[in-house]
């Protein structure tokens, strides 16, 4: 499943906790129009790079499934910070 | 009868092992085999599939400058997997270049050689990898630990 939504949360040395919940499931969907619209030029640069355009477009499909549960968590003495795609 | 049985079996007659010991080394020998002709996709005798490549970074220093830094990053191996297709994709002369660029950074990775076919072999083999490094001096001490969970 492609991820929906991106949580980043801040926290500084008081221990204050900055969460923001980015919905990415908007990003796709204003991303769509704009990739039909795009599809006829990446199709002829794929075809001009000599990479097989349907293939290429089920990895980026496979890319964007496989990156749902990442998480990066970085935790310092005076601040924190972490990125979690669910 | 196999290499692996023949041994085992030669081993139990020199009485070198016993024979709880020689049944559960051919046991050891037989199970991944078994578990390999029965279903393709599924792993060895106990062993779950890895989900994540985990990656943590300790590090404490002396206190006065920067305090101690924690990093923690989970990589789905659905990612993994995603990726080695990409490759596969890209043309021959574009994972030459590359080769070539991560040759020069003392990367002796051949891009060419990772195939979506021998990928599951490596994940499976990863699922046995941790990586522990230790680094300490003067006023640091780093501690970084890759794994598979």
Redesign the interface.
């Known amino acids: 499943m492609i991820p929906f939504v991106a949580v980043v949360s801040l926290c500084n040395q008081e221990s204050r906790t900055f969460r923001l919940w980015i919905p990415l499931f908007l990003i796709w969907l204003l991303l769509l129009p704009l990739g039909i619209l795009l599809s006829p030029f990446i199709f002829i640069a794929c075809l001009l790079c000599r990479v097989n355009p349907l293939g290429g477009v089920a990895v980026m499909w496979q890319i964007l499934n496989a990156i749902t549960d990442t998480k990066l968590e970085v935790e310092h003495r005076s601040a924190g910070m972490s990125f979690h795609i669910l | 009868m196999s290499e692996h049985r023949r041994q085992i079996l030669q081993m139990l007659s020199e009485g070198k092992i016993n024979a709880n010991e020689a049944e559960r080394l051919i046991s050891a020998f037989e199970e991944p085999v078994a578990a390999r002709s029965s279903d393709p996709g599924a792993t060895s005798a106990g062993k779950s599939r890895p989900k994540?490549l985990r990656v943590q970074v300790d590090s404490e220093d002396d206190g006065v400058r920067?305090?101690?830094?924690?990093?923690?990053?989970?990589?789905?191996m659905?990612?993994l997997?995603?990726?080695v297709?990409?490759a596969s994709?890209?043309?021959a002369q574009a994972l030459r270049s590359a080769n070539h660029a991560m040759q020069q950074q003392g990367i002796p990775i051949d891009l060419t050689q990772i195939k979506p076919e021998n990928l599951e072999e490596l994940i499976e083999q990863l699922s046995e990898l941790t990586v522990d490094v230790d680094q300490k001096d003067a006023n640091t001490k780093v501690k970084v630990r890759v794994f598979c969970e």
Do not use: I, W
Request: charged share 25%.
């Open positions: 994540y920067e305090g101690p830094t924690k990093v923690n990053v989970r990589v789905p659905q990612l997997r995603a990726g297709k990409l994709l890209l043309p």
